[in-house]
């Protein structure tokens, strides 16, 4: 073999190994821009899911405390609802018993009234007088009915102070059966203007209404 044939021989294997080289490094250079190529990838996929889950997971939230709230509405519109009915049956009571209080009152002066008028000899006169006592005794009596009737039913809603005063005011009806006529009607128009005034006081109070000025 000649100079020339190993020097041709030696160049060939370096330009090889040069080759080689460059080759292994461009490999090099490709798997590491498709590594991190893959993990970027992995990464924004990872964050993809994380953000998928954590987005079903404020769904789900969402969902429940829509659901929560709508049963607290619900709950909140049936209370209102029994507190209305409350209100408005309570004001019934309170209206039936000042209004029948009024009339006991109203029944009771006019007889009471009529009581210390001298007894009229026209006999005209004497029938219109029977007349008046007779609706007078008669509005009284369907008031103490109505009254009785409310306290009957009043312990669910009332207030004790009105209870109270009913009470009393069937005390004094009781009592005053036996009194003398001017004695009887002065006992039952104090016991009914007194419990209409606690009634309408109670009445005040409990319904929330302004008292008139």
Request: glycine fraction near 4%; charge should be neutral; avoid cysteine.
């Amino acid at each position: 073999m000649t100079a020339d044939h190993i020097r041709a021989a030696v160049e060939a294997a370096i330009r090889e190994g040069v080759m080689f080289q460059w080759w292994l490094y461009l490999l090099a250079l490709a798997i590491a821009f498709f590594g991190a190529f893959l993990g970027s990838y992995a990464r924004r996929k990872a964050e993809h899911l994380a953000t998928k889950e954590d987005f079903d997971q404020l769904l789900i939230q969402v969902k429940r405390t829509t659901e929560e709230t709508e049963k607290i509405k619900a709950q909140i519109a049936r209370i209102s609802w029994v507190d209305q009915k409350r209100w408005e049956f309570m004001r019934e009571l309170y209206s039936e018993l000042l209004d029948s209080l009024y009339a006991e009152k109203e029944a009771i002066f006019k007889l009471a009234d009529e009581e210390k008028r001298p007894v009229p000899t026209d006999s005209k006169i004497q029938a219109l007088r029977a007349r008046f006592i007779e609706e007078n005794r008669a509005q009284s009596l369907a008031a103490i009915k109505r009254i009785s009737k409310v306290r009957g039913i009043a312990g669910i809603l009332l207030a004790d102070d009105a209870l109270k005063a009913l009470d009393e005011l069937a005390l004094t009806w009781y009592q005053s059966i036996e009194g003398e006529p001017e004695a009887f009607y002065a006992a039952r128009l104090e016991g009914a203007d007194k419990a209409y005034s606690v009634i309408l006081k109670a009445a005040t109070r409990d319904l929330n209404i302004k008292a008139a000025t």
